[in-house]
């Protein structure tokens, strides 16, 4: 089945400053792949998305471009706010046609 | 558009006791997932339903939980009797059939005591 590897969190920012996190996954075919956000107490919402190699998703100032000869999709913002600060989910829509998740990454952005 | 609606947000029980949560799709949205989070950890999935079947459902404990969708809309997920191991957010999602993208409920936290 497919997997996806998330880099482990929590991670501390200050206000401005420049975010990576590090999503890879292991999956047959071509995936889709997105990144979701969760806000304290809420459910996840859907951040952005990339359906074929190379493609970018972006949104709200974030992106992340589908590399398929590296199995990655990394997500990226170049200069976070306080209101960024949630837990991040990269997830992998493979051939058997399921969701799979990332363990998520927490952060935590500082004025 | 309305979003995926779940209830209750939160709900306390001891263990051995019953609970049951509800979910209600966007609509017109023929496939609908029930998810556990356990905390620290992203969701994992427990079944999957294409209008009122079953598509999946093999990481389900079916010894104690349970889950129906009549009519092919909402659907509830029932855990009888719960263990202090149930204690997670429950997390409802649907999606359009022509669509890869999922959309998820607030979900309902759940704590068994």
């Known amino acids: ?111 | 558009e309305a979003g995926v609606a779940q209830s209750p947000r939160y709900k306390i029980i001891e263990k051995r006791q019953s609970v049951a949560f509800w979910c209600n799709p966007i609509s017109g949205h023929a496939t609908l997932y029930w998810y556990q989070q356990i905390l620290g950890q992203g969701p994992k999935l427990l079944i999957q339903f294409q209008n009122n079947g079953v598509v999946d459902d093999s990481q389900l404990p079916k010894d104690r939980f349970s889950a129906e969708r009549l009519k092919g809309v909402d659907s509830t997920l029932k855990i009888q009797p719960a263990k202090l191991e149930d204690s997670a957010v429950y997390l409802c999602a649907s999606r359009d059939a022509r669509e890869d993208t999922q959309y998820f409920g607030p979900g309902t936290r759940l704590t068994v005591l």
């Not at chain 1, 979701?36 to 919402?45: A, D, F, H, K, R």
């Open chain 1, 1 to 111: 089945g497919n997997s996806v590897t998330q880099m482990e969190g929590p991670v501390t920012l200050s206000e401005e400053a420049f975010l990576t996190i590090n999503c890879t996954y292991t999956a047959t075919g071509y995936p889709s792949l997105f990144w979701y956000v969760q806000y304290p107490g809420e459910g996840l919402q859907l951040l952005l998305k990339a359906t074929k190699a190379d493609d970018k998703g972006s949104n709200k100032g974030f992106e992340a471009t589908y590399r398929k000869e590296t199995t990655s999709f990394h997500l990226e913002k170049g200069s976070v706010q306080v209101s960024d600060s949630a837990v991040y989910f990269c997830g992998c829509w493979g051939s058997a046609r399921q969701l799979t998740f990332g363990s998520g990454t927490q952060l935590t952005v500082l004025p």
